[in-house]
Each structure stands twice: as C-alpha cells, then as structure tokens.
C-alpha cells in the first residue's frame, strides 16, 4: 500500500523515448563521420579495433582456409598424378626410340666395318641380310635375301667383320643357303696362327667347333687363334675363323679333342658379306656352266662359229 505521501518506484526505468535516442545517435554518426573523413580522428581508434579483433577474425577463417588448403591439396595430388603418367608415357616412348637409335648405331657400325672388310679382299662381294634360319633343327643353316640374281653361286665364303660365317651350299633365284661354319657336316681348313700348324675345323655341338684328326702331342694351346689356310680354293687365306678354348690330352686316345670357338658371330648378327670365289675357281664354275648349257654343243659350237 502507498505511505501517505509517497509514491512507489516505477517497476521500469525507460529514459528518453525511442525517437529521442534515434535522433541523438543519428547526429552522432554524422559528427564522427564528418570529423573522420575531414581530420582523420579515429584512425588510432580504427587500427586498435582492428588489432584486437584480429586474432578472432583469423580465427573465423580459420575453416575457409583449412577447407580451401585441403582442396588445393588434393587437387594438385591429382594433377601430379595424372603429370606422372604423361611423363612414364613419355618415358617409354624415349625409352623406345633411343633403343631403336642405339640398335641403328650398332647396326650402321657392323655395316662400316663390313663394308671395311670388303674394300680390304682382293676379290668381289656381296652385302645381303639374313632373312630366316633353315627349316632343319638338326643342322646349323640361314637364308639370305641374295641368289643367282645376284651374281650368287654355291662355293661362295661368307664372313661378317670378325671372321669367317660359313658357306654358301645352294642357290635360288632369290636367295641362298648357308651352311654355318658350327654345323656338323661342315669342314674348314684352317692353320694356327702362332706355329702356321695347318689342320681342319669341324662343326661341333653346341655352336662349337673342334679340330679333329691332330696327334695328343701336336702343338696346339688353348687361346691359339685360328685363320683359314686357303688350301681349298674357297676361303681366301688368313680369314679369321677360331680361337681354341680346350684341349684335352688323353694318352688312352691317339688324337687330342680341342675345342674352339667361332670369331664370327654366328648366331647374332643380321647382315653377312658374301665373298665372290677366286679367279681359279671362279674359272672352273664358269667354264662348267658352259658345258652344262644347252645348246652350246661341238656342233653347236662349230655352227656359232
């Protein structure tokens, strides 16, 4: 109940009306705006402000960023990887040509010393490529892409720049047969370099050779290097054919087994010189030709004249 003579306390306090404090506030703005851009007054009160929100307001962008590192992240991830297989691509095609340009300066090499070794024989010869091994897996035979179109007769010595291949054993127009020197039925004759000890190498297992027929005592060492004799009228002399690498003596036995090793690569190389035969031979194959020529009879020959 009121005291006589006194009011009770209003419940709220509410100040200056709504509108008032509008008004004051509104004019407030204008002054500090004004006085701002005119005197520049609160610009150590903007810079405090600033500093002291900082720390919050990185705080805020504290998930934008995290969100944006991790997309940059794993976007690039994905560029790197997808850059990693162009490049193993690109690898592998350079890998692929500079194969194919190492096998092409090899193979320009063998040609040069090929072509070295044709200007040093005193007779004609012929480059061909090997073309396929023969049919036979019991005998050590190729086929190159030269025959009697090419000047090509059987008798012909083959060799590659390190030495003798084997021989040519049958002509086709277009291609002929050579028997290797490691086949079995093949026979070279050949004479040691170091003591000029003349013998004949044989076809041995194994791409092998061996030097057959010699006494257990006959002067033979493992290293002895062996070139043809030119006994046979087929390989001019002095070609390289083998190097020994075993001998083995056995006094049970009267002939020593030695082994050898062809010099020529004979079962790597894919370009081969085709010796042409000696004048002598040459003679005896054309003169033979003509005997066997139809036609070219004594009658024949008496009505040609």
Same mark, same amino acid.
């Given at each position: 109940?009121?005291?006589?003579?006194?009011?009770?306390?209003?419940?709220?306090?509410?100040?200056?009306?709504?509108?008032?404090?509008?008004?004051?506030?509104?004019?407030?703005?204008?002054?500090?705006?004004?006085?701002?851009?005119?005197?520049?007054?609160?610009?150590?009160?903007?810079?405090?402000?600033?500093?002291?929100?900082?720390?919050?307001?990185?705080?805020?962008?504290?998930?934008?960023?995290?969100?944006?590192?991790?997309?940059?992240?794993?976007?690039?991830?994905?560029?790197?990887?997808?850059?990693?297989?162009?490049?193993?691509?690109?690898?592998?095609?350079? %890998?692929?040509?500079?194969?194919?340009?190492?096998?092409?300066?090899?193979?320009?090499?063998?040609?040069?010393?090929?072509?070295?070794?044709?200007?040093?024989?005193?007779?004609?010869?012929?480059?061909?490529?090997?073309?396929?091994?023969?049919?036979?897996?019991?005998?050590?035979?190729?086929?190159?892409?030269?025959?009697?179109?090419?000047?090509?007769?059987?008798?012909?010595?083959?060799?590659?720049?390190?030495?003798?291949?084997?021989?040519?054993?049958?002509?086709?127009?277009?291609?002929?047969?050579?028997?290797?020197?490691?086949?079995?039925?093949?026979?070279?004759?050949?004479?040691?370099?170091?003591?000029?000890?003349?013998?004949?190498?044989?076809?041995?297992?194994?791409?092998?050779?061996?030097?057959?027929?010699?006494?257990?005592?006959?002067?033979?060492?493992?290293?002895?290097?062996?070139?043809?004799?030119?006994?046979?009228?087929?390989?001019?002399?002095?070609?390289?054919? %083998?190097?020994?690498?075993?001998?083995?003596?056995?006094?049970?036995?009267?002939?020593?087994?030695?082994?050898?090793?062809?010099?020529?690569?004979?079962?790597?190389?894919?370009?081969?010189?085709?010796?042409?035969?000696?004048?002598?031979?040459?003679?005896?194959?054309?003169?033979?030709?003509?005997?066997?020529?139809?036609?070219?009879?004594?009658?024949?020959?008496?009505?040609?004249?």
């Amino acid at each position: 109940m009121p005291v006589v003579g006194h009011q009770p306390p209003p419940f709220f306090k509410r100040g200056p009306a709504p509108l008032t404090r509008l008004a004051f506030f509104v004019i407030l703005s204008l002054v500090l705006l004004v006085l701002d851009l005119k005197y520049r007054t609160l610009e150590l009160a903007r810079q405090g402000v600033a500093t002291v929100l900082y720390p919050l307001q990185r705080a805020a962008y504290t998930p934008v960023d995290l969100y944006e590192q991790l997309g940059g992240y794993f976007s690039s991830l994905t560029a790197v990887e997808r850059e990693n297989v162009l490049l193993k691509q690109k690898e592998l095609e350079s %890998a692929k040509w500079l194969l194919r340009q190492q096998h092409l300066e090899l193979e320009n090499q063998r040609l040069r010393q090929l072509l070295d070794m044709k200007a040093k024989q005193p007779v004609t010869s012929t480059l061909a490529d090997i073309i396929h091994a023969a049919r036979d897996p019991f005998s050590r035979r190729v086929i190159v892409d030269k025959g009697s179109q090419h000047g090509i007769v059987a008798g012909q010595a083959v060799v590659d720049e390190a030495g003798v291949l084997g021989q040519v054993t049958r002509v086709y127009p277009l291609q002929s047969e050579v028997t290797l020197v490691t086949d079995k039925n093949q026979a070279v004759p050949v004479q040691i370099v170091r003591n000029g000890l003349r013998t004949a190498l044989f076809g041995a297992s194994g791409g092998q050779l061996e030097l057959r027929f010699l006494a257990a005592n006959a002067d033979v060492q493992p290293g002895d290097q062996l070139v043809t004799s030119g006994l046979d009228g087929v390989y001019l002399p002095g070609l390289p054919v %083998a190097k020994v690498l075993r001998v083995d003596r056995d006094a049970a036995y009267s002939f020593a087994r030695i082994v050898c090793e062809p010099a020529a690569g004979v079962e790597k190389h894919g370009q081969v010189l085709l010796l042409g035969l000696r004048e002598a031979l040459q003679q005896q194959v054309e003169e033979t030709g003509t005997r066997d020529r139809p036609g070219k009879t004594k009658r024949g020959r008496k009505r040609d004249e």
